[in-house]
């Protein structure tokens, strides 16, 4: 069994990946991760299988969970049995198709979309932003204290997203989350094993 490095779920993003995107995603595996997202919204759906048909085979060569995102139907005709959707998206799966998957993942913003995310039967959700962070440029982060609150409130697994680096991870783990999302740091540093590694504990 391999053992997980760090609560680190990676989220993918081809369009600001420095080197060869199948490359990179190769070196996150190998790294092991807690598992790969991979969030790849400007593919059509037919592009995005296709795309997830290798990244799914380089995931399950080191043994590492990758997690497909929004497109329901991709994830079906895969036979994928993980997934991660926005929560409009979950609202709209029956309670069939939600017990096709055996991880199952919301974006959540609010106590109340947690709590609904949950009752959905989701496995586990992401909360956030945090921290400011130039992905949501303009929008500040919503907080330490809007974390412990969706902690507290559910008991599934929550993953902290939004600015999250380094050196604030230790808050964030502190505030009750199982662990924390990275994106761009994970798409464009120089060494993967260390940048995942400087996540451990902290």
């Given at each position: 069994m391999i053992i997980c490095m760090c609560d680190i779920i990676v989220f993918t993003n081809h369009s600001i990946c420095r080197d060869n995107f199948l490359t990179r995603i190769e070196l996150l595996a190998k790294a092991h991760p807690k598992a790969i997202v991979l969030r790849e919204k400007e593919f059509s759906e037919s592009e995005y299988i296709k795309l997830?048909?290798?990244?799914?085979?380089?995931?399950?060569?080191?043994?590492?969970?990758?997690?497909?995102h929004n497109y329901v139907s991709a994830a079906k005709v895969l036979k994928h049995d993980a997934?991660?959707?926005?929560?409009?998206?979950?609202r709209s799966l029956s309670p069939e198709e939600r017990s096709m998957f055996k991880i199952l993942g919301a974006s959540?913003?609010?106590?109340?979309?947690?709590?609904?995310?949950e009752a959905l039967?989701?496995?586990?959700?992401?909360?956030?932003?945090?921290?400011?962070?130039?992905?949501?440029?303009?929008?500040?982060?919503?907080?330490?204290?809007?974390?412990?609150?969706?902690?507290?409130?559910?008991?599934?697994?929550?993953?902290?997203?939004?600015?999250?680096?380094?050196?604030?991870i230790s808050d964030v783990l502190s505030a009750g989350a199982a662990g924390a999302c990275v994106m761009s740091g994970a798409m464009v540093c120089g060494n993967v094993p260390e940048y995942l590694a400087s996540f451990k504990g902290k």
């Open positions: 997830a048909k290798e990244v799914i085979s380089k995931c399950n060569q080191y043994g590492t969970i990758c997690i497909l997934l991660h959707l926005p929560l409009p998206v979950l959540c913003h609010s106590v109340e979309e947690a709590k609904e995310a039967n989701c496995t586990y959700i992401t909360a956030g932003h945090i921290f400011d962070t130039d992905c949501k440029r303009g929008l500040p982060g919503r907080g330490l204290d809007f974390l412990k609150n969706i902690c507290n409130a559910i008991s599934i697994p929550v993953y902290a997203i939004g600015g999250i680096d380094s050196a604030n």
